[in-house]
């Protein structure tokens, strides 16, 4: 499975973007799909996940309101609306897929894009 993070940029504080994620594997839609992301010095984070069928979606507090996982099995591809940006935002996201644990957020063993950069400005 190779996966293709698109859709970072520099957006202001308050601003709003749209990452998506693109598979080329046939099994997308067997697999959870996550994005995490990794802030300058700071360790890699769950942000948000999605199981494979779509009923099942988890968030971490801190972006719980203000950002968004979907994902349309048809074109093998996850997205993550993110608006109301704040500067902490700041960081390489990347998309991940292979089963989530929903206990731990994490996942064992993971299929990982490679990564697009977010900044949001002050």
């Known amino acids: 499975v190779q996966l293709q993070a698109s859709g970072g940029g520099l957006v202001q504080a308050g601003g709003s973007l749209r990452l998506s994620c693109a598979s080329s594997g046939r099994t997308f839609s067997t697999y959870d799909m996550g994005w995490f992301r990794q802030a300058p010095g700071k360790e890699r984070e769950f942000v948000a996940a999605?199981?494979?069928?779509?009923?099942?979606?988890y968030y971490t507090d801190s972006v719980k309101g203000r950002f968004t996982i979907s994902r349309d099995n048809a074109k093998n591809t996850v997205y993550l609306q993110m608006n109301s940006l704040k500067p902490e935002d700041t960081a390489v996201y990347y998309c991940?897929?292979?089963?989530?644990?929903?206990?731990?957020?994490?996942?064992?063993?993971?299929?990982w894009g490679q990564g697009t950069l977010v900044t949001v400005s002050s």
């Open positions: 991940a897929a292979d089963k989530f644990l929903a206990t731990t957020r994490k996942y064992e063993n993971a299929y």
């Open positions: 999605i199981s494979w069928s779509g009923g099942s979606i």
